[in-house]
């Protein structure tokens, strides 16, 4: 049960036993009647002053105070609760509205199925590369904030076409489907698939027998968290220094030295098939380009300075956050300052 449901139960049950100890009490010392008796006890509790049905005895007298002590903290901590969960409900569900309309504004972003850890480890990636994201998790206390800091979110379930189309599937660049069940994250690729045929999806596995299934529904990536960390483990032991060094080599942009992919999609007409000494990208920009992505999906590691750069390929480039920053400025076009 939920938090606020619990509260509101409990404040129900403590409103419940007051009045019938008040009915019990009136009924009991005074003999009243049954509504005569939930009369003085409403009156008691509401404190609206008006007069007795009867005149109380000297017995009634004492139980009408101690019935307006102990009442008057319990009655004002249930109706406090109660209204409490109405308000904040309905300026939860104002603001969850406001929030979707935003992300159907939202083009080329990401969508982060699951909030678990493996889902706030995909965020702070996204987050530390600059990507637009919106979120989808059932739990919506836990979307509120992410590390303080307000996200986008939609409430509700990823397998379903009204909480994607919510979440902007049609227009997203991507889907991350990082949910426990595997039958979950299948079920999320088919229905991302129907309403988007160009979405990239990665998601994630707990058994390697499912690969074959995801990938058939057209997951492009599918990882498995528990494979993965026992060959790191595995590598700490057998190649304990070169695990060290790549974990130097930052692709998050908080280290000196990044490692970071640029696509070349929009290359100046000067640099259209011309080789990686021809464009002279170490020397204007300082960095390295330690790999090369042909259009076709090959790859080439430590590429040749012959090496021609073509539209849509793609450069994996080793240097600080500026040089980076430099080299994407010089060929996407923009202006480059070498001096910096």
């Known amino acids: 049960m939920k938090e606020g449901n619990r509260k509101i139960l409990i404040a129900l049950i403590l409103l419940v036993i007051i009045i019938a100890i008040g009915i019990f009490?009136?009924?009991?010392?005074?003999?009243f009647g049954f509504i005569d008796a939930m009369y003085m006890t409403i009156i008691t509790l509401t404190t609206v002053g008006f007069g007795e049905v009867h005149p109380l005895s000297q017995e009634g007298k004492v139980f009408t105070a101690i019935l307006s002590f102990i009442s008057l903290g319990f009655f004002a901590y249930a109706i406090s609760v109660v209204t409490?969960?109405?308000?904040?409900?309905?300026?939860?569900?104002f603001l969850r509205l406001k929030k979707i309309k935003k992300n159907k504004k939202m083009e080329n972003h990401v969508i982060v199925v699951g909030f678990g850890r493996n889902g706030q480890q995909v965020i702070e990636e996204l987050s530390a590369h600059n990507y637009t994201f919106v979120v989808i998790d059932q739990k919506h206390e836990a979307?509120?904030?992410?590390?303080?800091?307000?996200?986008r979110?939609?409430?509700?379930?990823?397998?379903?076409?009204?909480?994607?189309?919510?979440?902007?599937?049609?227009?997203?660049?991507a889907i991350i489907s990082t949910l426990p069940n595997d039958a979950d994250?299948?079920?999320?690729?088919?229905?991302?698939?129907?309403?988007?045929?160009?979405?990239?999806?990665?998601?994630?596995?707990?058994?390697?027998?499912?690969e074959k299934k995801l990938r058939a529904?057209?997951?492009?990536?599918?990882?498995?968290?528990?494979?993965?960390?026992?060959?790191?483990?595995?590598?700490?032991?057998?190649?304990?220094?070169?695990?060290?060094?790549?974990?130097?080599?930052?692709?998050?942009?908080?280290?000196?030295?990044?490692?970071?992919?640029?696509?070349?999609?929009?290359?100046?007409?000067?640099?259209?098939?011309?080789?990686?000494?021809?464009?002279?990208?170490?020397?204007?920009?300082?960095?390295?380009?330690v790999g090369f992505k042909t259009p076709e999906g090959k790859?080439?590691?430590n590429p040749t300075p012959d090496t021609k750069v073509i539209p849509n390929s793609k450069l994996f480039v080793l240097g600080t956050r500026q040089q980076i920053d430099s080299m994407k400025i010089m060929l996407s076009g923009g202006r480059f300052d070498e001096k910096k």
């Open 217 to 289: 529904a057209g997951v492009k990536s599918v990882v498995m968290p528990e494979k993965l960390g026992g060959a790191h483990m595995a590598k700490l032991i057998a190649r304990p220094d070169i695990v060290e060094f790549l974990e130097h080599l930052s692709i998050t942009g908080e280290d000196p030295t990044n490692l970071e992919e640029i696509e070349c999609k929009h290359l100046p007409i000067d640099f259209i098939n011309r080789t990686i000494y021809e464009i002279g990208v170490r020397k204007k920009s300082g960095a390295n380009i």
């Open 299 to 301: 790859y080439i590691i």
């Open 25 to 31: 009490g009136y009924v009991l010392i005074e003999n």
């Open 153 to 173: 979110f939609v409430e509700g379930d990823a397998t379903e076409d009204v909480t994607l189309e919510k979440a902007g599937i049609t227009k997203a660049r």
């Open 185 to 210: 994250n299948l079920f999320v690729a088919l229905t991302a698939k129907s309403l988007n045929q160009g979405i990239t999806i990665v998601t994630r596995s707990t058994n390697e027998a499912n």
């Open 84 to 93: 409490t969960h109405f308000v904040e409900g309905q300026l939860n569900d």
């Open 143 to 151: 979307l509120q904030h992410y590390q303080g800091k307000p996200i």
